[in-house]
């Protein structure tokens, strides 16, 4: 069955620190996407990053990055230079090879930044 | 450019009544999904339409549960008789096709449901 896996259910980190969130996922698919998302409390899901299961490099979003190690199945988030308003919940999320919506979600790290 | 609108952001329903919640999905996206979020998890897959279609229902509870989108106008979920346990937040997104690569899928800001 496939299956996002965050193992850490909060974290809390100084600010201007950097933090990785963990995401382990499960699927025999060759093909598949993975989605990381903010949930902050006002609650609207905000994308922040895409890794394609074929893109060789990492990706790259501003502060965000996207630490994929495909034979170890995982797909951790690093955010650079922490900030407060990065307080939030961060979900995990996968795309399977033969759905563009059946998107499947870890359940999520709440990330809050101390001052 | 409008994202996905969502209304009503919060509702509040009594036990037995009906909620309808609408989505109507960003400019050009004639795709639409639905997904439910209950407190502490993660989102699940609810029902995908395409204007005048239900492409796939299977993440939908069989009874009370309900979605169309018309040609004209948003797309709607309704829930009848509304339980306790329907209590959760439901967010819509749309993309301009079913199927493809990279980050194609927009979501709205959610409508959230508690039910008293």
């Known amino acids: 069955a496939q299956k996002i896996t965050q193992t850490q259910p909060g974290m809390f980190v100084q600010e201007k620190e950097a933090v990785t969130l963990d995401c382990t996922y499960d699927?025999?698919?060759?093909?598949?996407?993975l989605f990381w998302y903010k949930q902050p409390s006002s609650g609207e899901m905000i994308f922040l990053i895409y890794?394609?299961?074929?893109d060789e490099q990492n990706a790259t979003e501003g502060r965000y990055s996207l630490n994929f190690q495909k034979a170890r199945k995982s797909a951790n988030l690093v955010i650079s230079a922490s900030q407060l308003g990065d307080s939030a919940m961060y979900f995990c999320a996968m795309r399977p090879m033969d759905s563009n919506y059946q998107l499947i979600w870890g359940a999520g790290t709440k990330l809050i930044i101390k001052p | 450019n409008a994202g996905v609108m969502q209304n009503p952001r919060h509702l509040v329903r009594r036990r037995g009544q009906e909620a309808r919640l609408r989505c109507s999905p960003m400019k050009g996206h004639s795709h639409v999904y639905w997904y439910r979020q209950l407190p502490e998890e993660g989102l699940k897959f609810m029902v995908y339409l395409q204007k005048e279609n239900i492409i796939d229902e299977s993440g939908m509870p069989k009874e009370r549960f309900s979605a169309e989108f018309p040609k004209e106008g948003p797309s709607i979920l309704r829930i009848q008789q509304v339980v306790r346990g329907d209590s959760a937040a439901y967010f819509c997104a749309s993309s301009s096709t079913g199927r493809s690569s990279g980050n194609t899928i927009y979501f709205g800001e959610g409508s959230w449901l508690t039910v008293v």
């Open positions: 699927t025999s698919d060759q093909s598949y996407g």
């Open positions: 890794q394609g299961s074929y």
